[in-house]
């Protein structure tokens, strides 16, 4: 058995499927990590989406903010917007099935000494920290108030975090931080900021730079940073290679962390 980890897939379904022709993935064996952004800005948002679902047990998803865009949009909360790509989504037979599906994914996966997220860790969160603040959202997500929830997230308050922020302003600050956060202050204030490192705002760090980290005794597994790239330390797997930009969709397989990459595929007319 093999644990193969992917970076942002965003829609690149031709690509996805070429990357795991190259690792030749048995989903009876093996089992795929997705570190979020499965879906839109590329052309088969709506196949990379039932492929996934149907793999069951053998994947294990993180939502990324696309992901969290397309449960929004379905409730009538945010518009499409000309850029977007899951309009496919939303128009097909299966909707229901596969919203429901993806409504109900976590934020976070913890396993032994991995911890996957799509975006990062404030630097003052422990492990365990940022997987307790994970199951407030993920909770909220999958029950009764889902959309009360992405209509808070799109349209509410997204303030700094705080631990002292109560009902949906602390569940948007913690979701904005595991989702969107690139770079950071030492206390843990986020920027908007989505270039390269070097031209990062000025007193703000990539947050796995930033001293004293709470949570680097884990190795982090994360996305969303198409500026950064590939980028692998010790303790530090960031994936997102810029597959819907035209680069490569990257897996990393855990056990020998063995990289394989493809290049963007375009799939267009095919679904």
Partial sequence: MAIYAIGDIQGCARS???LLELIRFDPSVDRLWCV??????????????????????ATQIVLGNHDLFLLAVSEGIVAVRPKDTIQDILAADDRTELLEWLRRQ?????????????????????????????????????????RL???????GNTPQWSATLTGYERLTAITRAFTRLRTCTAEGALSGFSGSPSDAPHGHLPWFRI????????????????????????????LDSGCVWGRQLTA???????????????????S
């Avoid at 990379?48 to 047990?57: A, D, E, M, N």
Wanted: hydrophobic letters at 40%.
């Fill in 16 to 18: 996805l499927e070429r």
């Fill in 36 to 57: 979020g952004d499965l879906v839109n800005r590329g052309p088969g948002s709506l196949r990379v989406l039932r492929y996934l679902k149907q793999l069951g047990s």
């Fill in 106 to 146: 976590p934020l976070h996966h913890h396993e032994g000494a991995y911890f996957m997220v799509h975006a990062g860790l404030l630097p003052q969160w422990s492990i365990d920290d940022a997987a307790r603040l994970a199951r407030e959202v993920e909770c909220t997500l999958a029950g009764p108030e889902s």
């Fill in 149 to 155: 929830f992405l209509q808070a997230l799109f349209h």
């Fill in 211 to 238: 001293p004293g980290r709470r949570n680097s005794d884990h190795t982090i597994l994360f996305g969303h940073w198409a500026a950064l790239g590939l980028h692998i330390e010790s303790n530090l797997l960031g």
């Fill in 252 to 270: 990393i397989r855990l056990d020998d962390r063995t990289l394989f990459q493809v290049e963007y595929a375009d799939d267009r007319g095919r």
